[in-house]
């Protein structure tokens, strides 16, 4: 008979996720998802199979988490396309500065942190992150075809193109983050993103 679990999977599933994000996965070590979760090395073997495996649920979970706010403000039929990407950027800003390392600087986004660590050599990495780019560049095309159709949106670029420009905006904003902008050059790159929606 199987013993039962002592412990709170999903509570586990965060703290590795919160590891991996702050160190990134290849100075992400066993101990140190041992030490972030409570766990002794055999009990997240038994459950997570793998540090690769824990990594793996670790990143979908995060994906999950940050996708349900981004869908929300990027459907809200109640603002117009502009207002929505506005609110898009001022939630990255907040983020970055509500997500912290030990040493208070910023640790980003763990899935861009993703892409430029692994993306390229981890085949369900980037499957993974490849599926959350089309989703988000989804949400990205609704909003600014809200905006062409309300009038806050008057840049005759297609919403494609657009959709990858504000995606690309906001990784850079977080890699800015992470070198260790402050608040202020984060909303100035915001707002002339902005300006190139409705030039």
């Not at 005759?156 to 905006?169: G, K, S």
Request: proline share 3%.
């Amino acid at each position: 008979m199987a013993r039962p679990r002592t412990f709170d999977e999903e509570r586990a599933l965060d703290a590795a996720m919160r590891a991996f994000w702050a160190n990134g996965y290849e100075a992400t070590s066993t101990q140190d998802l041992c030490e972030a979760t409570g766990l002794g090395r055999s009990s997240i073997y038994n459950t997570f199979t793998s540090k690769h495996d824990l990594f793996r649920r670790a990143l979908s979970r995060y994906i999950e988490l940050m996708s349900v706010p981004q869908a929300e403000i990027l459907e809200d039929a109640e603002r117009p396309g502009l207002e929505r990407i506005r609110a898009l950027f001022a939630r990255t800003v907040d983020t970055e500065f509500d997500h912290r390392g030990d040493d208070e600087s910023s640790i980003g986004c763990l899935t861009v942190n993703t892409v430029v660590e692994l993306a390229r050599r981890d085949p369900e990495a980037a499957a993974l992150v490849e599926r959350d780019l089309d989703f988000r560049l989804g949400l990205l095309r609704v909003a600014l075809e809200a905006g062409r159709r309300d009038g806050t949106i008057t840049t005759r670029r297609d919403a494609d193109a657009l959709a990858r420009f504000v995606n690309a905006t906001i990784g850079g904003m977080r890699v800015s983050a992470q070198a260790g902008a402050d608040r202020a050059a984060l909303e100035s790159i915001a707002d002339t993103a902005l300006d190139a929606l409705r030039p």
